[in-house]
């Protein structure tokens, strides 16, 4: 929605992460289109000046990659210095100039020759599949340079800017530096978007789906508050004293002391959502209780082959010694939909999102989760953390059951399953009977519930974890751990199996406090949403916590029920969130 | 022409990183050097300085290959490369 005044701009989208900053923005690129087939050759252009071209646009990206390669370590530097090689290898270049002499415009010829060279890596497979996204990467930054427009990637810029883009995907996150983007906006994406989860957890005030944003004029000074949703151009003394009243709440909101609790002393760990172990170790310094989801996908993710035992043991042990003595969830392997892997999942799938995913591949490929259960046992073995481990994607309770066996065979001994798919939550009462503990995945949970694609900007408001539907979905989850815990024969289990939630509804702080009061055991997050969420679980007991759950759960709409909760929590407004 | 002949020492085999090394290397050299398996015919070699092409060829650790140079001045130099290949870049 724009509201268009004299001069200055009103945009309004969707909130995703709090803060407010008046900076310049800059527009990310647009992905760079492909060369028309059949491009030719401009007939004023000689042959041997179109190879000089792009022999000349070769070294300029090579030089640009070596610039970036002098600034990375480790692998990190290899990778980008061998990526520079790429951009004047002989193969690529060779090839092209021998398209352009056959009357192909350069950048077609670039385009087909690098084509060709991914095709070969792709057919090689294993790590020289791998290779191709590289040759793909340098073939669009070639093509640029030939056609002098910005490279594909987020700009660069002397002083901090607000990144404006159609949508971010997650590769964006590696060269997102959070020292110069300081607040993203975009004209797409929804909260459960890859925009939003990469704002919350680089701690970046961010607006999406603020339809008309892509018109603004790179340069343009905008203010941007990421909880009211709000962007506007032109910013006055209002803004920027919003911005200088956002500077000092927020300096209250900087650290947890490591004990969530309610106002009467009710314990609620908070824990830390982690991807590996340099994550585990910023969430152990951020204090948190220990690691409530453990995405095991970083060991896999980019690799076309399943990892070896001993790389997934070590991997798994980075992060489990950070957390001596604590509570480490793991995560089995959640490939599929948004997280496709060339040897799990089939790409050709027409609902990916209702696909063979999560605990689903081991139907399909049996034998990865088993081995990497095992790799988790071992890993487990040789730290002092409490390790649980869930599956995700469990719609049934017999899925539980199996996952249980494996788990027992591999020597894991606290199974649990995620809650994502409504059924799961329907009958977590027979769910509970075969595992542990349930923890609510709530991106996933939202999008099934309200049948809703999480990463398509249009169905922002119905993909809101706020949604009384959702609510009514944990309700159904925590009433299903008491009644499994009464109808259980054994005395001993009378208490409730724990029931926590591990998705991005925990790190809204308002919402913590519904889920406190629906009975979730745990609040698993970004490290960085930690210390606002503890906050403003203090200023409440667990009978207010309680009373303004129901109300949210029996409000006719998100907007509703979030206006409800709000209105009862003035602690929000005083801390600035 | 000179030729040499290496056993390829780094455990992920003449890519990435040892490809990249070994390429940069020969794209110094005055000389223009082909490699291919031993025993493969020399049109399927391929240039020693074209990362790419080194991983096409898709040689596995302790595999032997054949350098091959026009250039017959050039043996110092295909002994140095050859010492690249011999080296585990891996290790």
């Known amino acids: 929605m724009i509201v268009k005044g004299e ?147 987020i700009p660069d810029a002397a002083e901090p800017f607000i990144l404006v883009a159609e949508d971010l995907a997650p590769a964006d996150t590696a060269t997102l530096d959070p020292t110069k983007v300081i607040a993203l906006v975009t004209a797409g994406g929804g909260p459960q978007s890859h925009t939003a989860i990469i704002a919350r957890s680089l701690g970046l ?17 905008v203010f941007v508050d990421g909880a009211a949703g709000v962007v506007r151009t032109e910013p006055g003394a209002a803004e920027r004293s919003a911005v200088s009243a956002w500077e000092e709440q927020s300096s209250l909101l900087t650290t947890f002391d490591g004990t969530g609790q309610l106002a009467d002393g009710t314990l609620l760990p908070l824990l830390a959502n982690v991807g590996g172990a340099k994550d585990a170790q910023e969430a152990a310094m951020a204090n948190a209780q220990g690691v409530g989801l453990l995405r095991t996908e970083f060991c896999f993710l980019g690799n076309s082959t399943e990892p070896s035992h001993e790389d997934q043991v070590a991997a798994y042990q980075g992060v489990f010694e950070a957390f001596p003595g604590k509570k480490v969830v793991v995560r089995t392997l959640d490939a599929g939909a948004d997280k496709p892997l060339p040897f799990l999942t089939d790409s050709t799938e027409p609902n990916p999102a209702l696909g063979v995913r999560g ?26 953390a409490q390790v649980w481990v869930m599956a995700p994607m469990i719609s049934t309770a017999s899925e539980a059951a199996d996952f249980a066996a494996l788990c027992t065979a591999a020597g894991l001994r606290v199974p649990g399953v995620m809650v994502e798919v409504p059924s ?15 923890s609510l995945g709530t991106n996933d949970l939202t999008q099934y519930a309200m049948a809703a694609d999480r990463q398509l900007g249009p169905l922002a408001t119905l993909n809101d974890p706020w949604q009384p539907a959702v609510l009514a979905l944990v309700q159904a989850t925590v009433e299903g751990a008491i009644a499994q815990a009464k109808h259980s024969a054994s005395l001993e ?41 503890a906050a403003v679980l203090r200023t409440v007991t667990l009978a207010q916590a309680q009373v303004l759950a129901q109300r949210a759960v029996g409000a006719p709409s998100a907007a509703a029920a979030r206006e409800l909760v709000r209105a009862g929590l003035p602690a929000l407004a005083d801390l600035g969130l | 022409m000179i030729e040499r002949t290496a056993t390829i020492a780094s455990t992920v085999g003449l890519h990435a990183r040892p490809a990249s090394i070994f390429a940069d290397a020969a794209g110094e050299l005055e000389a223009e050097v082909s490699i291919a398996r ?44 050859v ?3 011999e080296t585990n870049h891996d290790a």
């Open chain 1, 205 to 221: 005030p961010a607006v999406v789906a603020a339809a008309g944003i892509s018109a603004l004029t790179d340069g343009e000074l």
């Open chain 1, 424 to 438: 799961a939550a329907l009958t977590a009462r027979h769910i509970l009977d075969q595992v542990e503990f349930a």
């Open chain 2, 83 to 85: 010492r690249i290949l």
């Open chain 1, 359 to 384: 605990y689903r591949t081991d139907l399909t490929t049996p034998g990865v989760l088993a081995r990497q259960l095992a790799a988790i046992a071992a890993a487990a073995a040789t730290t002092e």
């Open chain 1, 7 to 153: 001069t200055v701009q009103n945009f309004v989208g969707v909130g995703v992460f709090r803060g407010r900053v008046i900076a310049p923005i800059r527009h990310m690129p647009p992905a760079l289109a492909e060369p028309p087939a059949g491009e030719k050759l401009a007939s004023s252009t000689p042959p041997e000046t179109a190879a000089a071209t792009i022999k000349a646009a070769g070294t300029s990206v090579k030089v640009t990659f070596l610039e970036r390669a002098a600034r990375a370590e480790g692998a990190g530097k290899e990778v980008l210095e061998a990526t520079a090689l790429m951009a004047t290898d002989p193969m690529l270049i060779k090839a092209a100039i021998k398209l352009v002499n056959a009357g192909t415009s350069p950048e077609r010829a670039v385009w087909e020759a690098g084509e060709t060279v991914a095709q070969m890596l792709r057919n090689l497979g294993g790590m020289m599949a791998e290779r191709s996204h590289d040759v793909l990467d340098v073939r669009s930054r070639i093509v640029a340079v030939l056609r002098g427009v910005p490279a594909p990637e």
């Open chain 2, 38 to 81: 031993v025993g493969e015919p020399a049109e399927d070699a391929v240039g020693a300085d074209s990362m790419l092409a080194l991983m096409s060829l898709g040689v596995e650790h302790g595999e032997v290959v054949v350098l091959r140079t026009d250039d017959d001045s050039a043996g110092e130099a295909l002994d140095a490369l």
């Open chain 1, 493 to 533: 289990t009378s208490l409730p199996k724990p029931v926590g939630v591990c998705g991005e509804a925990a790190a809204d702080p308002a919402l913590a406090v519904v889920l406190a009061g629906l009975g979730v055991s745990t609040l698993s997050m970004t490290p960085r949403a930690l210390p606002a969420v």
